[in-house]
């Protein structure tokens, strides 16, 4: 399954604001800052966490728009 993720780094807390796989949507927020990666690995954390599958970057590491995809 494949995702677009608008992600906020620098938030309050680790959230998952919206999850519409249905869509192809999803909104995280992450405390974490976007340099050195950090955003992009917290992300990756809280989508694992949350689903229990493995996770993998398409394309956007270098945006707030992210293209995932979600192993079956």
């Known amino acids: 399954m494949k995702l677009t993720v608008t992600v906020k780094p620098n938030a309050l807390r680790d959230e998952i604001i919206l999850w519409k796989p249905e869509h192809g949507i999803a909104e995280v927020w992450v405390r ?14 809280l989508l694992k966490k949350h689903t229990g599958k493995s996770i993998v970057f398409l ?3 270098k945006s707030k728009k992210k293209l995932i995809e979600v192993s079956e």
């Not at 974490?32 to 954390?45: D, F, Q, S, T, W």
Request: glycine share 6%.
């Open 59 to 61: 394309s956007g590491l």
């Open 32 to 45: 974490a800052p976007p340099e050195k990666n950090n955003a992009n690995i917290a992300v990756l954390k």
